[in-house]
């Protein structure tokens, strides 16, 4: 087995602030976030901006660039851009960060879902909200359509392959990799590929054994073995760390964070993502898996080196 590329994804665009007081929100708290997570053995961290004035998720390139800037300056971890943006805005507005920082890494949806996290809104009364957007945020995805259409998906391609930017295709269901297979059937997309296998998200393939196992016997029909690389996504607890030992086991990769998920054990709050880190890396060392440092991931990856990044 190659050694475990851990992905620790800081804060994301679904988790609320009033949810956890723990989050990272303004870029420099996001940037120390992710150079601890670094040191605790994170290869990459997955990258959300939020507006510094009201936490609110961005796509603004200038936070991103501060985010960027700020840990490549402290760290040799990978940073992983997100194209994945929020429902607000259109396919244009969540990408236009590729072009803009040229990262060694970002995110690519695999296809149309419905994608909501309404229910959370049910566990709060209008005064424990932190930030006066928040209820509003949340009950509004109940008619969210996360629109990854085949259109969309060819233009951002183009877009990762002039920049030179590897894509970490993110697969919500079987069907997304169907998409992928036509894609590379098309000339469109080329092996190898890195995949992450979304579980757990209203809207997608739940977050259990059997969906995984799924998911990768699909993958291996579908693109051959020596195609890809995979890594497992369970948004939730205990999903988190049941679905990334999961992968230690079987060959794949894992990823962990405040964006998925903000329990480090039942009913206890992380108090940072390396504190999810650590965990994973815990059970990898427990069943033997040796973890990646951020360059034995970027040869196993095929990146192109932090180098040739534009911040």
Same mark, same amino acid.
């Given at each position: 087995?190659?050694?475990?590329?851990?992905?620790?994804?800081?804060?994301?665009?679904?988790?609320?602030?009033?949810?956890?007081?723990?989050?990272?929100l303004?870029?420099?708290?996001?940037?120390?976030?992710?150079?601890?997570?670094?040191?605790?053995?994170?290869?990459?961290?997955?990258?959300? *901006?939020?507006?510094?004035?009201?936490?609110?998720?961005?796509?603004?390139?200038?936070?991103y660039?501060?985010?960027?800037?700020?840990?490549?300056?402290?760290?040799?971890?990978?940073?992983?851009?997100?194209?994945?943006?929020?429902?607000?805005?259109?396919p244009?507005?969540?990408?236009?960060?590729?072009?803009?920082?040229?990262?060694?890494?970002?995110?690519?949806?695999?296809?149309?879902?419905?994608?909501?996290?309404?229910?959370?809104?049910?566990?709060?009364?209008?005064?424990?909200?932190?930030?006066?957007?928040?209820?509003?945020?949340?009950?509004?995805?109940k008619?969210?359509?996360?629109?990854?259409t085949?259109?969309?998906?060819?233009?951002?391609?183009?877009?990762?392959?002039?920049?030179?930017?590897?894509?970490?295709?993110?697969?919500?269901d079987? *069907?997304?990799?169907?998409?992928?297979?036509?894609?590379?059937?098309?000339?469109?997309?080329?092996?190898?590929?890195?995949?992450?296998?979304?579980?757990?998200?209203?809207?997608?393939?739940?977050?259990?054994?059997?969906?995984?196992?799924?998911?990768?016997?699909?993958?291996?029909r579908?693109?051959?073995?020596?195609?890809?690389?995979?890594?497992?996504?369970?948004?939730?607890?205990?999903?988190e760390?049941?679905?990334?030992?999961?992968?230690?086991?079987?060959?794949?990769?894992a990823?962990?964070?405040m964006?998925?998920?903000?329990?480090?054990?039942?009913?206890?709050l992380a108090?940072?993502?390396?504190?999810?880190?650590?965990k994973?890396?815990?059970?990898?060392?427990?069943? *033997?898996?040796?973890?990646a440092?951020?360059?034995?991931?970027?040869?196993i990856?095929?990146?192109? *080196?932090?180098?040739?990044?534009?911040?």
């Amino acid at each position: 087995m190659d050694k475990l590329i851990i992905t620790a994804a800081l804060t994301g665009n679904i988790t609320l602030p009033t949810q956890t007081p723990y989050l990272p929100l303004a870029p420099q708290q996001i940037i120390d976030d992710a150079v601890r997570a670094a040191d605790a053995g994170a290869a990459s961290v997955h990258i959300h *901006g939020r507006d510094p004035k009201t936490a609110k998720p961005t796509t603004d390139p200038a936070v991103y660039r501060e985010i960027a800037a700020g840990i490549k300056a402290r760290s040799n971890v990978i940073v992983c851009i997100t194209t994945g943006g929020t429902a607000y805005m259109t396919p244009e507005e969540r990408a236009r960060v590729v072009p803009a920082l040229k990262p060694e890494l970002a995110t690519f949806n695999m296809g149309t879902i419905n994608f909501s996290i309404h229910p959370i809104a049910d566990r709060y009364k209008d005064e424990d909200y932190k930030y006066p957007w928040e209820k509003e945020f949340a009950v509004s995805t109940k008619d969210f359509i996360f629109r990854n259409t085949f259109g969309d998906i060819e233009k951002l391609m183009q877009m990762m392959k002039e920049n030179n930017t590897k894509p970490e295709f993110e697969l919500y269901d079987v *069907g997304h990799l169907y998409n992928l297979n036509f894609l590379v059937k098309r000339n469109i997309i080329h092996f190898p590929v890195w995949l992450q296998f979304v579980t757990g998200i209203l809207g997608g393939i739940g977050a259990n054994v059997d969906e995984v196992v799924h998911m990768k016997q699909t993958a291996d029909r579908l693109l051959g073995m020596d195609n890809y690389i995979w890594s497992v996504i369970g948004a939730g607890y205990p999903a988190e760390f049941n679905l990334a030992t999961l992968a230690i086991m079987m060959g794949g990769h894992a990823r962990v964070g405040m964006e998925d998920n903000i329990f480090v054990a039942k009913g206890v709050l992380a108090k940072s993502n390396a504190e999810l880190v650590e965990k994973v890396v815990r059970i990898a060392r427990e069943l *033997g898996r040796e973890i990646a440092t951020p360059d034995e991931a970027r040869k196993i990856l095929g990146l192109k *080196g932090k180098e040739q990044v534009n911040y």
